[in-house]
């Protein structure tokens, strides 16, 4: 279970700040953006504490693929399979949390 005091993220997974769940098993956890940028937003985030995707996808591919995985389940029960599955990282990019997640968009035509 992630352990960072300082992380909003681990501080959701460990309930001390609410979201609103989309999904969870023993790897992961999906819940609604509270800024969505589409009519579906879902963030999905690793358990464990791990910085950015580059980090996760050699520290633990399996759990990335997982990610992947999930964020098709997702867009299969809200949007006809269509989505847009984005990582941000650094912070020159917009990673504003540095607790690795995948944004999950769908539910609408997304322009570039």
Do not use: A, M, P, W
């Given at each position: 279970m992630c352990l960072q005091d300082d992380c909003i993220f681990c501080k959701i997974l460990e309930k001390k700040i609410p979201s609103t769940p989309v999904y969870e098993d023993n790897l992961v956890y999906a819940f609604n953006d509270i800024n969505p940028k589409a009519a579906i937003h879902v963030l999905i985030i690793p358990k464990k504490h791990i910085q950015n995707v580059t980090e996760l996808s050699h520290n633990d591919p399996q759990t990335l693929l997982h990610i992947i995985d999930v964020a098709q389940q997702i867009a299969?029960?809200?949007?006809?399979?269509?989505?847009?599955?984005?990582?941000?990282?650094?912070?020159?990019?917009?990673?504003s949390v540095f607790h690795v997640h995948a944004h999950v968009l769908t539910g609408e035509y997304l322009s570039e």
């Open positions: 299969d029960k809200e949007f006809h399979g269509s989505y847009r599955l984005i990582f941000n990282t650094g912070k020159e990019v917009g990673q």
